[in-house]
């Protein structure tokens, strides 16, 4: 059985991320969504937020598992036991970090292999940042995210001032 941990912010999960986690579930037995709890960015859902969203976003899988974590992925993946890490690729400037990335990860844990999903088409311009950038400016993300994603970027952002969207990234 290959267990595979797709690590990653979710603030907020988007239709990008729905569709590499689909297509890792159609190769891998199971997949784990991790949920990392303190990145070196700032983040409009808390952690228990984040989850509780792509777990919504995701019900429908069964392969798929959605959990927190923190500390260094590839420790996660030894505590779940899993044997490959997922990420995805958008463009092509994606591809320095993700790659530096990997080989840090590999150099940590020889054993657990990093896969690259390139996103589909319809998917490039999709980034959380993006997403909480529109929506902070009143803009649909309807095309975006699922439903339930899109109603609480409309509750969370309605009652935050310009100064308080400063440190998520989004430019006022």
Not at 121 to 131: I, K, P, R, Y
Request: glycine share 6%; charged share 25%.
């Amino acid at each position: 059985m290959v267990k595979a941990v797709f690590p990653g912010t979710f603030d907020p999960i988007h239709y990008g991320h729905i569709d590499i986690a689909r297509r890792a579930a159609r190769l891998f037995d199971e997949v784990v969504i991790a949920v990392y709890d303190r990145p070196l960015k700032s983040l409009l859902f808390s952690p228990e937020e984040r989850i509780a969203l792509v777990k919504e976003a995701l019900r429908d899988q069964p392969r798929l598992q959605v959990m927190g974590y923190s500390g260094l992925t590839v420790d996660f993946c030894r505590q779940v036991g899993a044997q490959v890490i997922v990420r995805g690729l958008r463009v092509f400037s994606d591809f320095e970090f993700e790659f530096r990335m990997a080989l840090a990860n590999h150099r940590l844990a020889p054993d657990v292999e990093i896969v690259i999903f390139i996103t589909n088409e319809e998917h490039t311009f999709l980034s959380a940042s993006t997403v909480r950038e529109i929506a902070s400016l009143g803009g649909d993300v309807s095309s975006m995210v699922p439903p339930h994603v899109n109603a609480a970027l409309r509750e969370k952002l309605k009652d935050l001032s310009d100064q308080q969207l400063k440190p998520f990234g989004i430019k006022i």
